[in-house]
């Protein structure tokens, strides 16, 4: 019967470890959230500063949500998650760099910039 309580509290301490991490991510994610907000509202920096410290916040908040959320530590037990996470950084990436390869090409190839089709010189009567 001691074995039972052992295994019952064993599974307690480890699902209020999971909680506290839980908990822990949630508090971190809205206090990333919230602090680019008001330094966007408030334009506390220059246009280019403003842009690298949302950028900065995103970007930690990433990692926040990785490690918090998804469990991806130097454990080695989520390797296979890494791995896969690793894949799907490359993945998304190739997408999306793609994508705006895509974009680039189009807008300069269906531009047309003759001097016919723009209006300079054009002297409304």
Known sequence: MTNDFKVIDEQY????R???SYVTG???SVIL??????????????????IWAAVLFAVTQLFV?????LHLSKKSKPLWNMIVFAFTIFVV??????SLW???NLNYNMTDTSPANTNEGYIPK
């Open 13 to 16: 301490e480890a699902g209020r």
């Open 33 to 50: 959230t919230i602090i680019p907000y008001f330094i966007v509202v408030r334009h506390m920096f220059e246009e280019q500063s403003l």
């Open 93 to 98: 990436s190739f997408l999306v760099i793609g």
């Open 65 to 69: 949500q990785v490690v918090f959320f």
């Open 26 to 28: 949630f508090v971190l």
């Open 18 to 20: 999971a909680l506290g």
């Open 102 to 104: 895509i974009m680039y």
